[in-house]
T-cell receptor, first 114, second 108 residues
Framework: SQTIHQWPATLVQPVGSPLSLECTVEGTSNPNLYWYRQAAGRGLQLLFYSVGIGQISSEVPQNLSASRPQDRQFILSSKKLLLSDSGFYLC?????????????FGDGTRLSIL | DAKTTQPTSMDCAEGRAANLPCNHSTISGNEYVYWYRQIHSQGPQYIIHGLKNNETNEMASLIITEDRKSSTLILPHATLRDTAVYYCIVRVLDDMRFGAGTRLTVKP
């Protein structure tokens, strides 16, 4: 069966520091991959999605970037974190081939910026 | 993507069926209805999805009205572990737009 892993589970970073969050998927090939952010008490905001290695689409202009160096690896990065980058970051995957396949989420990374 | 409306909160007795409604009156013909739930501090968990027909899996049943303007998620025998926020989402593209959802509390 397919599994998705995110780490770390929690992270506390100072303003201006860099960020790297990693997500990997097992048990499937060529998945669609997604990064979302969930602010406290609010819905999910799609940040990036990828349909293949090196292919990244950005949904919202921001202080963050994403990369997909391998088929089942998705990385969320920042060179300099802002206070507004705090939130719950979720990685998700879906099977490729059709937009109707459900997305499956990891357990997220709770990021606090001090 | 169509907007969905869900009650803010609901209670259910343990062992009874939980029926969670969702209105999506502006749904278009190619939009699917998805249900997820989120337990505090965890990622959303996929439950079920459907287009026109009613669907059932090991977790729940999804009943979609004939005009597709509303749906109901049914948890047949709710347990305390089903306490969570339940989200109804209507989409055709990749962006899963989660709203506020329904906070379901299963009580002993």
């Amino acid at each position: 069966s397919q599994t998705i892993h995110q780490w770390p589970a929690t992270l506390v970073q100072p303003v201006g520091s860099p960020l790297s969050l990693e997500c990997t998927v097992e048990g499937t090939s060529n998945p669609n991959l997604y990064w979302y952010r969930q602010a406290a008490g609010r819905g999910l905001q799609l940040l990036f999605y990828s349909v293949g290695i090196g292919q990244i689409s950005s949904e919202v202009p921001q202080n963050l970037s994403a990369s997909r160096p391998q088929d089942r690896q998705f990385i969320l990065s920042s060179k300099k974190l802002l206070l507004s980058d705090s939130g719950f970051y979720l990685c998700a995957w879906s099977a490729s081939g059709t937009a109707y396949r459900p997305q499956h989420f990891g357990d997220g990374t709770r990021l606090s910026i001090l | 993507d169509a907007k969905t409306t869900q009650p803010t909160s609901m209670d259910c007795a343990e062992g009874r069926a939980a029926n969670l409604p969702c209105n999506h009156s502006t749904i278009s013909g190619n939009e699917y209805v998805y249900w997820y739930r989120q337990i505090h501090s965890q990622g959303p968990q996929y439950i079920i999805h459907g287009l026109k027909n009613n669907e059932t899996n090991e977790m729940a049943s999804l009943i979609i009205t004939e005009d597709r303007k509303s749906s109901t998620l049914i948890l047949p025998h709710a347990t305390l572990r089903d306490t969570a926020v339940y989200y109804c989402i209507v989409r055709v593209l990749d962006d899963m737009r989660f709203g506020a959802g329904t906070r379901l509390t299963v009580k002993p």
